[in-house]
């Protein structure tokens, strides 16, 4: 385990770490359920998360980029008392304390020369089994392992429970899909926050025994390229955003040991699949998740020895993992399966949480018939290749018509030059329910030139934006998970049209 820092760990040097800290944390939180994590993807990030599950608590990594509001909402829903986290992060991060924090810094200072010694040779010398008995408190499979809180990206973010039995079964059927090995080095980028960063850069090297090396900035191209050069790194799982920053900045060279690259959280545009391809020489590998499945729910196949992906997948986030079944369903009747049709997609299987922290109702609201309604509209064909065509919630209705944002989006960037992108979002309008706003951040377009191009496109004409409803941005708002933040979006385009806020 190695991070940007130049912190390098062993196995049995970050298992001493994990047991000691375990012991100060039980010492400092007895009576605590739920411990938040305040902390950067990081080997320090890991060892914290590792030292709370070991004590049978639930590490609940706090999203330190979604704004001060929604990390106390974090831990109030939770009935976080105490948070872990450290003077140099938050100092570097901008970030204030929140209430009951304790820093690593601190703890790590108790520790006595003697613990130390103590702890190194009883991890040396104990058994497995002995060491668990003497340290690891709670071994029930389908206990709570982590709460991770959604984006968000269109609305208040959940607290989504998942257990130990969730996220080691989402690893197992990884396991069965893709040939990882002992000598493997995951890239990881992505926060802990995230389910694709707690489930596939935190256990997953762990669980199956490889490497990780930790940057906690993912648009760092910079120093990611001089990690994975550094380190060898064989896996990289990150978000075709992420990717795209990597393809302009790092050198072919510092990819040159990658085997997988899984990319994720978004749609994976075919320039930017082409363009990471002729850059870096491997396929970016798209798959398809969500924070309720812990998150892995299908994933093209690559060959390990080519990187290149089945012919059959091009366009596609690929076949369900083992284990998990999917299916389309007609989205106003209910009625299903749908085969080669496009529908309302629901997934199940044993990586399916077991609901929303303190959302009975949504909970309720997230299952029919014991499947889990993801919300994407997508459909799935004979071979049982996923396709993933819009979200539910991005639909608006016009004049009376289901308007599909996703489609226009499409449509859009095909107008830009790369690496420019768009989003489309909706207001409302007195006259027609809701009207179209869309943002780009190409500068070389008026848009009085894409509201011409889109009026020529054969789009149907109440899918084109108005002239008026046409902005250039220098950026589109994001999360840090890399997906776009359609909430500030949506802000902004009611900033824009002069929609009071809340209408």
């Given at each position: 385990?190695?991070?940007s820092?130049?912190?390098?760990?062993?196995y049995?040097r970050?298992?001493?770490?994990?047991?000691?800290l375990?012991r100060?944390?039980?010492r400092h939180?007895?009576l605590?359920?739920?411990?938040?994590?305040?902390?950067?993807?990081?080997?320090?990030?890991?060892?914290?998360?590792?030292?709370?599950?070991?004590?049978?608590?639930?590490?609940v990594?706090?999203?330190?980029?979604?704004?001060?509001?929604?990390?106390?909402?974090?831990?109030?829903r939770?009935g976080?008392?105490?948070?872990?986290?450290?003077?140099?992060?938050?100092?570097?991060?901008?970030?204030?304390?929140?209430?009951?924090?304790?820093?690593?810094?601190?703890?790590?200072?108790?520790?006595?020369?003697a613990?130390?010694?103590i702890?190194?040779?009883?991890a040396?010398?104990?058994?497995?089994?002995?060491?668990?008995?003497r340290?690891?408190?709670?071994?029930?499979?389908?206990?709570?392992?982590?709460?991770i809180?959604?984006?968000?990206?269109?609305?208040?973010p959940?607290?989504?429970?998942l257990?130990h039995?969730?996220?080691?079964?989402?690893?197992?059927a990884?396991?069965?899909?893709?040939?990882?090995t002992?000598?493997?080095?995951?890239?990881?980028?992505?926060?802990?926050?995230h389910?694709?960063g707690?489930?596939?850069?935190?256990?997953?090297?762990?669980?199956?025994?490889?490497?990780?090396?930790?940057?906690?900035?993912?648009?760092?191209?910079?120093?990611?390229?001089?990690?994975?050069?550094?380190?060898?790194?064989?896996?990289l799982?990150?978000?075709?955003?992420?990717?795209?920053?990597?393809?302009?900045?790092?050198?072919?060279h510092?990819?040159?040991?990658?085997?997988?690259?899984i990319?994720?959280?978004?749609?994976?545009?075919?320039?930017?699949?082409?363009?990471?391809?002729?850059?870096?020489?491997?396929?970016l590998?798209e798959?398809?998740?969500?924070?309720?499945?812990?998150?892995?729910?299908?994933?093209?196949?690559?060959?390990?020895?080519?990187?290149?992906?089945?012919?059959?997948a091009?366009?596609?986030?690929?076949?369900?993992?083992p284990?998990?079944?999917?299916?389309?369903?007609?989205?106003?009747?209910?009625?299903?399966?749908?085969?080669?049709?496009?529908?309302?997609?629901?997934?199940?299987?044993?990586?399916k949480?077991?609901?929303?922290?303190?959302?009975?109702?949504?909970?309720?609201?997230?299952?029919?018939?014991?499947?889990?309604?993801?919300?994407?509209?997508?459909?799935?064909?004979?071979?049982?290749?996923i396709?993933?065509?819009?979200?539910?919630?991005?639909?608006?209705?016009?004049?009376?018509?289901?308007?599909?944002?996703?489609?226009?989006?499409?449509?859009?960037?095909?107008?830009?030059?790369?690496?420019?992108?768009?989003?489309?979002t909706?207001v409302?309008?007195?006259?027609?329910g809701e009207?179209?706003?869309?943002?780009?951040?190409?500068?070389?377009?008026?848009?009085?030139?894409?509201?011409?191009?889109?009026?020529?496109?054969?789009?149907?004409?109440?899918?084109?934006?108005?002239?008026?409803?046409?902005?250039?941005?220098?950026?589109?708002?994001?999360?840090?998970?890399?997906k776009?933040?359609?909430?500030?979006?949506?802000?902004?385009?009611?900033?824009?049209?002069?929609?009071?806020?809340?209408?």
């Amino acid at each position: 385990m190695a991070d940007s820092t130049g912190r390098t760990l062993t196995y049995g040097r970050a298992l001493v770490g994990s047991l000691l800290l375990s012991r100060l944390i039980r010492r400092h939180a007895p009576l605590d359920t739920h411990i938040g994590l305040l902390l950067p993807s990081s080997a320090g990030g890991a060892l914290a998360n590792i030292a709370v599950s070991l004590t049978g608590k639930v590490p609940v990594n706090i999203n330190f980029t979604a704004g001060r509001d929604a990390m106390d909402a974090a831990v109030e829903r939770c009935g976080i008392t105490t948070v872990l986290s450290s003077r140099a992060f938050l100092a570097k991060a901008g970030l204030e304390p929140m209430a009951g924090t304790l820093f690593l810094e601190d703890l790590l200072a108790e520790a006595t020369s003697a613990a130390r010694l103590i702890t190194l040779m009883l991890a040396w010398l104990l058994p497995a089994s002995v060491l668990e008995r003497r340290y690891v408190s709670g071994t029930d499979g389908d206990a709570l392992a982590t709460i991770i809180f959604s984006s968000g990206s269109t609305g208040v973010p959940k607290g989504v429970m998942l257990t130990h039995r969730n996220i080691l079964s989402n690893i197992e059927a990884a396991a069965q899909v893709f040939q990882f090995t002992s000598t493997d080095v995951i890239l990881g980028v992505l926060p802990f926050f995230h389910s694709f960063g707690f489930t596939g850069t935190l256990w997953l090297p762990l669980v199956l025994g490889f490497g990780i090396t930790y940057h906690p900035n993912p648009m760092d191209a910079k120093t990611i390229g001089e990690l994975a050069e550094r380190h060898r790194a064989t896996i990289l799982i990150s978000t075709p955003t992420f990717c795209l920053s990597y393809v302009r900045k790092c050198q072919p060279h510092q990819f040159a040991s990658l085997r997988y690259a899984i990319v994720g959280a978004e749609k994976l545009r075919e320039p930017v699949a082409v363009a990471f391809k002729k850059r870096f020489g491997i396929d970016l590998i798209e798959g398809y998740g969500c924070t309720e499945m812990a998150p892995v729910v299908a994933a093209n196949v690559a060959d390990p020895q080519t990187g290149k992906t089945v012919e059959a997948a091009r366009g596609s986030v690929g076949r369900p993992l083992p284990g998990i079944r999917a299916m389309v369903i007609d989205v106003v009747s209910g009625q299903g399966p749908l085969v080669g049709a496009e529908g309302l997609l629901l997934v199940d299987g044993p990586n399916k949480m077991i609901g929303y922290v303190g959302e009975p109702d949504l909970t309720r609201q997230a299952f029919r018939d014991g499947w889990y309604v993801t919300g994407d509209i997508a459909t799935i064909d004979e071979h049982g290749f996923i396709r993933i065509t819009d979200r539910l919630s991005r639909f608006s209705k016009i004049a009376g018509e289901m308007v599909p944002h996703m489609k226009i989006e499409e449509q859009l960037q095909s107008l830009l030059q790369e690496p420019h992108s768009a989003v489309v979002t909706a207001v409302s309008d007195a006259a027609r329910g809701e009207r179209l706003v869309a943002f780009y951040t190409d500068p070389t377009v008026t848009p009085a030139e894409i509201a011409e191009r889109l009026a020529r496109s054969g789009m149907p004409r109440l899918w084109v934006p108005k002239r008026e409803d046409l902005h250039f941005v220098e950026a589109i708002p994001t999360l840090g998970s890399g997906k776009i933040d359609l909430r500030s979006v949506r802000q902004l385009a009611m900033t824009r049209s002069d929609v009071p806020e809340g209408v």
